[in-house]
C-alpha cells in the first residue's frame, strides 16, 4: 500500500508478529507487538549532518511488499537451502525539508528495522534509537569489550548496572516470552554499535560517533528476535537480513579440526607436533588441522602434502596487522598456492569503521584466491555467513583459550548462557572439549557436550590427542559428530539452569546437553519424537565422576538423563533400522610423485617430472603441462638471486581434497654480495620456537627475542636459534665462498653449544661457541654446491640460543 497524505502510524504484520511505526509529538516511535500483546517500545531517530531527523518528523508515505529470502547456508545451524519471508514497510518522514526513510521488517521470528539517510547526506552522527522492554524482566549480557570476552551473566533489569554491553542481548519479558537483540549487515561504510544502559532503557550506541557517508546511505539492520527461547535458538534472522553471496562465491569445507596451540602454546613452531595432531584428526575422520603461531614457511609445504594424503586441510595463524594493505594481503595468495585451505586473523578487536574497511579488504582477498576465513579477537557474527559463505566462523566468546589464560574463569553458568545469546547469531569459535583444563568446575560430560551444543563452522577440539584417546567414549563420539548440521531444535532448557540442544544431521540426531546446576538433575527426552518412529539410542553422561554409557531406553520409553552437578550428557538418535555408529578413520593416498624435490632456475622455465594431473604455482608463475609426466614452468618475470619459488603438484584424493607434493625452484645466486639471513629456506627446525630472523631466539613465540646481541655487542643481521636445531637453505649459483660468524647469545649466559655447517649434506666446518667467547667466524668454499645446512646441538645442560651472524654467499 502507498499513504499519500501524512499519517500518524503505520503497521505491518505477520503471523503472530506485529510492528506500528507512529509519530507522537512529532517523534517517530517503533512499537512491537506479539500476539497482541506489547514486547518492545523503540523510540527512534538518527543525527546527519548535525540535525537530529526525529525532531518534528512527520510521516508522509509508506510502501509495503513482501520480502522473500532464498541462500544456501554453507555453515550454521542448518546448511543447504534457507528460505526466509518478510514483510517489509518502507516509511517515508519529512523533517523540515530532508526526506528521511525508515525500513521495518516482520518475521516468523521477529523484527528488524534500519535508517535511510536524505540524498544530501555526508555525515552519520548519534543514534538515537532507544529500547524500552519494561522494567521487570531479566537479561542475560556481557559487558562490552570490542572483542566480546568478557563473561556473560544474567541479571534482573532492575538490578542491571549502568553500562554498555555487548550484542547479541537476551530479554526474558515473560516465560517464554523473549527479545533477542543484534543487529546485521555490516561493511565498511558503517560502523559496529552496543547497547548502552541507563537502568530504564537500552540505547543503541554506534562505535564511531560520527562517520562519513554517501548519500542515501543505509544503516544496518537493527534485529529483534522475539518468541519462546525454541523460537529464539533455531532464529536466522540475522543471516537472512543480510545481503545475499555472489554467484560465484567461494563454498568453503566445513568440518572438525584438530588444534595444538591450547595444549601447547609454542606448538605452533613444530612440524612433528602439527604432524601428530594431523594423526589424530585421520583416526578420528575429521577434516582440519589448525596452525597456530609460530609456523615456518620452509616446513608449511610438507605439512600440507603429509596431511592432503589424509584428505585433512591445513589453516594457519596471522596477526590481522600482518595482512595490513595491499603489500600484506598478497602474502594470501602464496599461502594458498601451497596449497593451504584457510587462515586464522587474530586481535582485530575494533568495531570502528576503518577497521570495518579493513574486513572488506580481506575477505574479498580471501575469496579471491580460495581461503576460508576464521576470526579471532573479531567481532560477532552480522550475517557474513549468507554474504560471504566463506567466513567460517568467529571467536566474539570468552572461550577455552582463557583456561590458558587464567585458570579457570569459565563457569558452568556461562557456558549454559552461550547457546541462547552469542551462538544464536552465527557461528562461535569457543574450541570446545578440554578435558586437562585446569581447575575445571565442569564435569567431563559438559565439556564433551559442547561440541553438540556450540555451532562453529569448523570446530576446533581444543585438547591434546592423548587427553581423547584416555577417554575412549569420548573420541569415539567426537569421531561420529558431522561437519554441518541440517536442522536445530531446543529440547529443554533455561539460560539460567540448563540448556539441551539437538542437531540433525541426515537421519541422525546428535543431543547435548549442559547444566549449571549445582546439585543433581534430571530431564526426560523423547527419542522417538525426534526421528517419528521407533529409535535407537547411544548416550554417554557422567557417572561417579567419568564418563560411561547410560542405558539405553526400552522401545518407546522417554531417555531419562540425570545431570551431575555443572554436568552434561551427550547422545546419538538413530532410527532402529539404521547404522547407529558410523565414523571410519581416513587412510593415506599415495602422494604425486617427483623427479626432484629441488629445482634451479638456470634459463626462463624448468621442467617437472610427476605424474600430478595439475600443478598449483605461486603468484607470478604459469605453468603447462607437455604431456605424459612432464610440465614446464615459468615465472613471468626473473625473480632476484636466492628467491624460492614452491610449486604445488596435485592429483585427486578424498573428499574433493587433492594429495599433493611440492618442488622447489630456485634462482640461483649469481653476482653479487647475499645477506642469507634474510632469504628462504628449504628446511627448518628449531627445539626453542621459530627461528628468528634478524634478533635471537627469545622464547617459544615468533619474534619474542631481543637483538643479536653477543658479549654486549649488537649486530645488525643473523638468525637466532637454541641449542638444537636445523636449518636448511638453497645455494646453488655461481657463489663460491660462505663467510660469517656464530656465537651464543647474552640472553644465555654461561652456556655453550656445537655448530656445524655442512654442504650438500657433509660436515666441513664444526664449532664450539659459548658465552665465554667472542663470535667464532668461518669461511668456506661451497664451489658447485646445492644446499647448505646450519645445524646447533647442545654442549651444556642449560638452554643455549645461539647467533648466526653476518651470513654472507659471494663470489
Not at 628446511?683 to 631481543?706: F, S, Y
Amino acid at each position: 500500500m502507498s499513504h499519500a497524505t501524512p499519517a500518524t502510524a503505520v503497521a505491518t504484520s505477520t503471523g503472530r508478529r506485529r510492528a506500528v511505526l507512529t509519530v507522537a509529538d512529532g517523534r517517530p516511535a517503533l512499537e512491537l507487538l506479539l500476539d497482541g500483546a506489547p514486547l518492545a517500545r523503540l523510540p527512534l531517530g538518527i543525527e546527519v549532518d548535525g540535525v537530529d531527523l526525529a525532531a518534528g518528523a512527520e510521516i508522509v508515505g509508506s510502501d509495503d511488499r513482501e520480502v522473500r529470502e532464498e541462500w544456501i547456508a554453507s555453515v550454521g545451524k542448518a546448511t543447504g537451502e534457507r528460505v526466509a519471508v518478510h514483510r517489509e514497510t518502507t516509511v517515508t518522514l519529512r523533517s523540515g525539508s530532508a526526506f528521511w526513510a525508515v525500513i521495518v521488517r516482520v518475521s516468523d521470528d521477529g523484527f528488524a528495522f534500519r535508517y535511510v539517510l536524505p540524498s544530501s547526506a555526508r555525515s552519520l552522527g548519534t543514534e538515537h534509537t532507544r529500547i524500552d522492554v519494561g522494567e521487570g524482566g531479566r537479561a542475560w549480557v556481557l559487558e562490552y569489550q570490542t572483542w566480546y570476552e568478557t563473561p556473560r551473566f544474567g541479571s534482573d533489569l532492575r538490578d542491571l548496572a549502568p553500562g554498555s554491553y555487548g550484542f547479541p542481548v537476551l530479554v526474558e519479558l515473560a516465560p517464554q516470552r523473549f527479545l533477542l537483540l543484534s543487529e546485521s549487515d555490516i561493511d565498511g561504510r558503517s560502523s559496529g554499535a552496543h547497547l548502552d544502559w541507563d537502568g530504564t532503557v537500552f540505547r543503541v550506541t554506534p562505535a564511531d560517533a560520527r562517520i562519513d557517508v554517501e548519500p542515501g546511505h543505509r544503516t544496518p539492520w537493527r534485529v529483534i528476535v522475539a518468541g519462546t527461547l525454541a523460537e529464539v535458538v533455531a532464529t536466522e534472522l540475522v543471516d537472512a537480513l543480510a545481503p545475499a553471496a555472489r554467484p560465484d562465491a567461494l563454498r568453503p569445507r566445513p568440518g572438525r579440526a584438530a588444534w595444538s596451540w591450547w595444549s601447547s602454546q609454542y606448538s605452533g613452531a613444530y612440524l612433528d607436533v602439527q604432524k601428530r595432531f594431523t594423526d589424530f584428526a585421520a583416526e578420528q575422520g575429521w577434516e582440519h588441522v589448525l596452525v597456530d603461531c609460530g609456523w615456518d614457511a620452509a616446513w608449511v609445504p610438507e605439512l600440507v602434502s603429509y596431511a592432503s594424503a589424509r584428505g585433512i586441510q591445513v589453516h594457519l595463524w596471522s596477526a590481522w596487522s600482518d595482512l595490513d594493505g595491499d603489500e600484506a594481503l598478497r602474502a594470501l595468495a602464496l599461502w594458498r598456492s601451497w596449497g593451504v585451505a584457510g587462515i586464522k586473523v587474530d586481535f582485530m578487536e575494533s568495531e570502528a569503521q576503518e577497521r570495518y574497511r579493513w574486513y572488506d579488504a580481506i575477505i574479498a582477498e580471501t575469496a579471491r584466491v580460495g581461503l576460508a576465513v576464521n576470526f579471532h579477537g573479531s567481532v560477532i557474527p552480522r550475517g557474513w555467513a549468507r554474504t560471504h559463505p566463506h567466513v567460517v566462523s568467529y571467536e566474539g566468546i570468552r572461550g577455552a583459550e582463557y583456561y590458558v589464560f587464567y585458570g579457570h574463569p569459565l563457569t558452568a553458568a556461562h557456558n549454559v548462557i552461550q547457546p541462547f545469546t552469542r551462538n544464536v547469531v552465527g557461528s562461535m569459535d569457543y574450541t570446545p572439549v578440554t578435558f586437562s583444563a585446569p581447575e575445571r568446575e565442569t564435569s567431563d560430560a559438559h565439556e564433551l557436550a559442547l561440541g553438540v551444543v556450540y555451532e562453529s563452522g569448523i570446530t576446533h577440539f581444543a585438547d591434546d590427542p592423548d587427553q581423547y584417546r584416555s577417554r575412549p567414549l569420548a573420541a569415539a563420539f567426537l569421531a561420529e559428530l558431522p561437519a554441518v548440521w541440517d536442522e536445530v531444535r531446543l529440547l529443554d532448557g533455561h539460560p539460567d539452569t540448563h540448556a539441551v540442544v539437538a542437531r540433525r544431521h541426515g537421519d541422525r540426531w546428535f543431543l547435548g546437553g549442559i547444566g549449571a546446576h549445582t546439585d543433581d538433575a534430571v530431564v526426560e527426552l523423547d527419542p522417538a519424537a525426534l526421528i517419528g518412529g521407533p529409535a535407537q539410542v547411544w548416550a554417554i553422561g557422567d557417572v561417579d565422576g567419568a564418563l560411561a554409557e547410560l542405558p539405553a531406553p526400552e522401545p518407546g520409553a522417554p531417555l531419562r538423563v540425570r545431570f551431575a552437578p555443572r554436568g552434561g550428557f551427550v547422545a546419538v538418535v538413530a532410527p532402529a533400522d539404521s547404522a547407529l555408529r558410523r565414523a571410519t578413520p581416513r587412510a593415506a593416498l599415495p602422494r604425486p610423485s617427483v623427479a626432484e624435490g629441488l629445482l634451479v632456475l638456470h634459463g626462463a622455465e624448468v621442467t617437472v617430472h610427476t605424474d600430478a594431473t595439475a600443478v598449483r604455482t605461486p603468484p607470478g608463475w604459469t605453468a603447462r603441462r607437455d604431456g605424459d609426466g612432464a610440465w614446464t614452468v615459468a615465472p613471468d618475470h626473473r625473480p632476484g638471486p636466492g628467491h624460492v619459488a614452491v610449486l604445488t603438484l596435485e592429483s585427486p584424493g578424498h573428499d574433493g581434497v587433492p594429495v599433493v607434493s611440492h618442488v622447489r625452484v630456485l634462482t640461483p645466486f649469481d653476482g653479487g654480495v647475499h645477506d642469507l639471513s634474510q632469504g628462504p629456506f628449504v628446511a627448518a627446525r628449531n627445539a626453542v620456537g621459530p627461528v628468528e630472523r634478524g634478533r635471537a631466539n627469545g622464547g617459544g613465540d615468533p619474534r619474542d627475542g631481543g637483538p643479536l646481541q653477543v658479549r654486549g655487542e649488537i649486530h645488525p643481521d643473523g638468525l637466532g636459534v637454541s641449542q638444537d636445531s636445523e636449518i636448511t637453505i638453497a645455494v646453488a649459483g655461481t657463489a663460491t665462498r660462505l663467510t660469517g660468524a656464530v656465537a651464543v647469545d647474552d640472553e644465555t649466559p654461561d652456556t655453550a653449544a656445537v655448530a656445524e655447517i655442512l654442504v650438500d649434506g657433509v660436515p666441513v666446518v664444526r664449532l664450539t661457541p659459548s658465552a665465554a667467547t667472542a663470535p667464532l667466524p668461518f669461511d668456506i668454499d661451497i664451489t658447485g654446491a646445492t644446499l647448505l645446512t646450519l645445524r646447533t646441538s647442545p654442549d651444556s645442560a642449560e638452554e643455549t640460543h645461539v647467533d648466526w651472524l653476518t651470513l654472507r654467499l659471494s663470489e
